[in-house]
């Protein structure tokens, strides 16, 4: 998440005082006890992608819960309502969350599907994106339901299962359901998110061969989980060449030569023996590529840093140059695209994947959070440039591919629904915050009318994506008492016409 430019500072707002609202006395007394059973029930839904079983499973507990706590509920394909009715021919205001979690790996440390609580702190994949926030939804309607307090809208809450693969749900499902007016994701951060950065990736790709002669040579490589998780781990193994004439040192002593090099803090690394060859493995640490990528550690640059210059020529020196070249900072000036945007600041790039194909070929994927002032087409054609300059500068062969499809998301900061959400923040946290520009991809961009809106709080590290993510429990109950007084404004007064709008 990035802060808005100087020039928004004004339209946070003023601070109030901080008062226990009745419905946030009403949730902590009655509701919040709810909040770590019902989170660690759904923790334990493995829903990564192609795990239909756990999507179907989590649904009907999504389903069974609702009707539980007295809602209206349906099943609409991969889309879940969960309804709080107002009157009749009411207005309808969305709540929209993911079940769907990012894929995980053995580097964890604690179970990421056991949906633990150690010392106030939920563990495991989806606590903070986008279990938490599922939960948080449910128990906020069921206080706002049982308070009495005269609604002027129908509140329906709408839980997708694809937003972190292939991401066509709602597509699916506006094709036969008719969009709230108007909605709120709960899927980024408070108080309100009012442009979000274009989700592209650059793709690079060769074969392993090699155009020179040396006593080790690269056989396998390998870096990352998914393009959206800032890699904290990459792996090469070097094997000896059993050709005549070969040049460069043997194993023992390469390996030694390595270890007499360093790599960035919070980055370690370790060489460990292969038949005829040795395995190098960087260390670093997991991060959502948009929206905490600072937070990381790439592991993948890691390695270019560490070896790029002790491989023959040939194709994995060429990828770890590009990944070595594309990692020089977080804002891509390695790629020539690191020009600020007035308002959504640089782009976000992250070398995260380096996978083997079934073509025979190694792919290394670039994550790209692009901005207005470059994406589309325009940054295709900018980054394949890139490349051809690159071959032409190294003898290289990578073959430019990628995804470019996604456009910046951008709301004007003076619209109606904006100032609401600002003033409904500072009033149940007693500060003003500024609106934010998040380098993460949202439903807002899938739904009409739609802005993110919370569940993190400005100022933290996002530790969605993560390895080990986890959220405090007192967060998740602040941020039910945040989402209490906006729907408190919102659901109970008079309709807001255009809400997007000034």
């Not at 003023?14 to 006395?25: C, I, K, N």
């Not at 909040?35 to 989590?58: C, H, I, W, Y």
């Not at 056991?114 to 702190?121: L, M």
């Not at 990578?398 to 951008?410: K, N, V």
């Amino acid at each position: 998440m990035r802060n808005l430019r100087p020039a928004l500072v004004a339209l946070a707002g003023v601070g109030f005082g901080l008062a226990q609202s009745p419905l946030a006395t009403a949730y902590r007394l009655k509701e919040a006890p709810r909040m770590g059973p019902l989170l660690s029930e759904v923790l334990r839904f493995p829903t990564v992608a192609g795990n239909e079983k756990a999507r179907l499973d989590q649904q009907a507990w999504v389903l069974k819960v609702g009707k539980e706590l007295g809602f209206t509920v349906r099943e609409a394909g991969k889309v879940t309502e969960v309804e709080l009715p107002g009157p009749a021919g009411a207005p309808v205001i969305g709540l929209v969350v993911h079940g769907d979690v990012q894929p995980v790996d053995d580097h964890w440390t604690i179970p990421p599907f056991a949906g633990e609580i150690r010392n106030g702190i939920v563990l495991g994949r989806g606590a903070a994106d986008d279990k938490g926030p599922l939960v948080q939804a449910l128990l906020a309607l069921k206080v706002l339901q049982d308070s009495g307090k005269a609604r002027t809208h129908t509140l329906r809450l709408l839980v997708g299962s694809d937003e972190e693969s292939s991401n066509l749900d709602f597509a699916e499902y506006l094709k036969d359901h008719k969009a709230p007016d108007f909605s709120l994701v709960l899927d980024s951060e408070f108080p309100v998110v009012v442009g979000e950065k274009a989700w592209n990736a650059l793709t690079v790709e060769t074969e392993m061969g090699e155009r020179e002669n040396r006593v080790l040579s690269a056989t396998r490589m390998e870096s990352g989980l998914t393009a959206s998780i800032v890699p904290d781990q990459a792996t090469i193994v070097l094997s000896e060449n059993p050709r005549l004439g070969a040049v460069g040192l043997p194993p023992a002593e390469f390996k030694g030569a390595i270890h007499r090099k360093s790599v960035p803090p919070g980055v370690r690394f370790e060489t460990q023996d292969q038949r005829a060859g040795v395995q190098i493995t960087t260390h670093g640490k997991a991060a959502h590529a948009g929206v905490n990528a600072p937070g990381g550690r790439n592991a993948l640059v890691a390695l270019a840093h560490l070896l790029v210059d002790e491989l023959p020529a040939g194709g994995a020196k060429d990828l770890l140059a590009f990944a070595k070249l594309a990692g020089q900072d977080l804002k891509g000036t390695g790629l020539g695209i690191a020009t600020a945007d007035p308002v959504f600041g640089f782009p976000t790039v992250v070398p995260s994947l380096l996978k083997a194909q079934e073509n025979g070929k190694v792919r290394l994927t670039i994550n790209i959070r692009s901005t207005p002032t470059l994406s589309g087409e325009a940054l295709k054609a900018h980054l394949f440039k890139q490349v051809a300059d690159f071959n032409a500068r190294t003898g290289a062969h990578l073959e430019p591919g990628g995804f470019f499809g996604d456009t910046p998301l951008a709301f004007d900061p003076k619209g109606k629904l904006v100032k609401r959400l600002l003033a409904s923040y500072a009033k149940a946290t007693g500060k003003a915050a500024h609106p934010a520009i998040s380098g993460g991809g949202t439903y807002a961009k899938r739904i009409p009318n739609a802005i993110a809106f919370g569940m993190w709080f400005p100022g933290k590290p996002y530790p969605g994506h993560d390895v080990d993510e986890q959220v405090p429990m007192e967060d998740l109950h602040k941020g039910v008492e945040v989402l209490l007084e906006t729907l408190s404004d919102l659901a109970c007064g008079a309709p807001l016409a255009e809400p997007l709008k000034p």
